[in-house]
T-cell receptor, first 115, second 115 residues
Framework: EAQVTQNPRYLITVTGKKLTVTCSQNMNHEYMSWYRQDPGLGLRQIYYSMNVEVTDKGDVPEGYKVSRKEKRNFPLILESPSPNQTSLYFC??????????????FGPGTRLTVL | AQTVTQSQPEMSVQEAETVTLSCTYDTSESNYYLFWYKQPPSRQMILVIR??????QNATENRFSVNFQKAAKSFSLKISDSQLGDTAMYFC????????????FGQGTELSVKP
């Protein structure tokens, strides 16, 4: 089944404890992206990647890191989480071929709480 | 700046009836993609339908269809034969190619389908 998977789905952690949220897609998509969703603020892009070893900042990159060493994986790293990073996080992927370009398919979401 | 506006925060419809959700957008681009995503209580973001701006024909996917008015920058979603499982938040979205393929979302319309 074609899908985007994220792990963990739920995480409660404490301030300053490094964590990684994994994202993997099995559709051979070039483009991958991370969003966070907050009440009243909607969905905002954190980072995106056009292909392996190519990443760039979105609207709210502060406090996050990403890497794209393999086409299928795009982990989101919080080096020192803070309470304002409590949010619902989505990974998304899309092909870059014209006709389907940027039709983004989302993972199930990761609910992160930072105490 | 590219913007997406959904002017109906909440709507309700009786099961088996038809409902239309409104969306307007603003862009200076001539070719782009528009999407409707559904977010049920599970919080998963599910692609409902996609419209390519250069195609005059309105997209349809089973019970879901759009009314795309390019000159008016309007992109409404019609749900026919509404089902209880259609209860969800619906987001209209636009791809901003000038900002790395970021999806720009509207504020959402919360749809309740009543038995």
């Amino acid at each position: 089944e074609a899908q985007v998977t994220q792990n963990p789905r739920y995480l409660i952690t404490v301030t300053g404890k490094k964590l990684t949220v994994t994202c993997s897609q099995n559709m051979n998509h070039e483009y991958m992206s991370w969003y966070r969703q907050d009440p009243g603020l909607g969905l905002r892009q954190i980072y995106y990647s056009m292909n392996v070893e190519v990443t760039d900042k979105g609207d709210v990159p502060e406090g996050y890191k990403v890497s794209r060493k393999e086409k299928r994986n795009f982990p989101l790293i919080l080096e020192s989480p803070s309470p304002n990073q409590t949010s619902l996080y989505f990974c998304a992927s899309s092909p870059m071929a014209s006709g389907a370009r940027h039709t983004q398919y989302f993972g199930p979401g990761t609910r992160l709480t930072v105490l | 700046a590219q913007t997406v506006t959904q002017s109906q925060p909440e709507m309700s419809v009786q099961e088996a009836e038809t409902v239309t959700l409104s969306c307007t957008y603003d862009t200076s681009e001539s070719n782009y993609y528009l999407f409707w995503y559904k977010q049920p209580p599970s919080r998963q973001m599910i692609l409902v339908i996609r419209q390519e701006a250069y195609k005059q024909q309105n997209a349809t996917e089973n019970r879901f269809s759009v009314n795309f008015q390019k000159a008016a920058k309007s992109f409404s979603l019609k749900i026919s034969d509404s089902q209880l499982g259609d209860t969800a938040m619906y987001f209209c979205a636009f791809v901003d190619y000038n900002q790395g393929g970021k999806l720009i979302f509207g504020q959402g319309t919360e749809l309740s389908v009543k038995p």
